[in-house]
């Protein structure tokens, strides 16, 4: 049963895989941090731009 647990513990294959699936999940939290940190500044780009382009455009009055 010892020699049984020592294999399992010395055996290294697959460690890989997990290095690799660590590194995938730590980059998409960061990637979603990012998007979303970066979403709320260009949703504050675009509000800003339609907020000053309301007020640049009358329509003339028609005439009769």
């Not at 513990?9 to 995938?24: H, K, N, P, R, V």
Request: glycine share 10%; with cysteine; net charge negative.
């Amino acid at each position: 049963m010892t020699n049984l647990l020592f294999h399992c513990l010395a055996d290294d294959e697959g460690q890989d895989l997990i290095e690799y699936t660590l590194l995938t999940a730590t980059l998409a939290v960061a990637g979603l941090a990012a998007v979303t940190a970066i979403g709320a500044a260009i949703s504050g780009v675009y509000t800003g731009w339609d907020t000053a382009t309301q007020g640049l455009w009358e329509p003339q009055a028609p005439t009769i």
